[in-house]
Nanobody, 125 residues
Framework: VQLQASGGGLVQAGDSLRLSCAAS????????LGWFRQAPGKEREFVST????????FYADSVKGRFTISRDNAKNTAYLQMNSLKPEDTAVYYC???????????????????WGQGTQVTVSS
């Protein structure tokens, strides 16, 4: 599956953004979808993920209560709604996918084998 992330931008602290991850190919519903981010000088970190069944989601503690992940299998698209953005949310955000991914690896980069190109999110204070 090929992934295309979009929706990033420059916003102020407290604002909201919705990222989209559009997937090509069939069987989108069979893929775990994850969001990761990488800030300058830092390692890529897990943000959120949703299982292929749609019934299981995970969030990093740093975004819990502010970010919401969802998916629309009819549109082959996953979303990350980001509210109450903070300057520390500034990063390049990547979406990732893994067909029938393992539950225990959903919060780890090695649990995915398809990655989008990333979209920049910048939050000013």
């Amino acid at each position: 599956v090929q992934l295309q992330a979009s929706g990033g931008g420059l916003v102020q602290a407290g604002d909201s953004l919705r990222l989209s991850c559009a997937a090509s190919g069939r069987a989108f519903r069979d893929y775990n979808l994850g969001w990761f981010r990488q800030a300058p000088g830092k390692e890529r970190e897990f943000v959120s993920t949703i299982r292929y069944s749609g019934g299981t989601t995970f969030y990093a503690d740093s975004v819990k209560g502010r970010f919401t992940i969802s998916r629309d299998n009819a549109k082959n698209t996953a979303y990350l709604q980001m509210n109450s953005l903070k300057p520390e949310d500034t990063a390049v955000y990547y979406c990732a996918a893994k067909k029938w991914g393992i539950l225990s690896l959903m919060r780890q980069a090695e649990g995915y084998d398809s990655w989008g190109q990333g979209t920049q999110v910048t939050v000013s204070s």
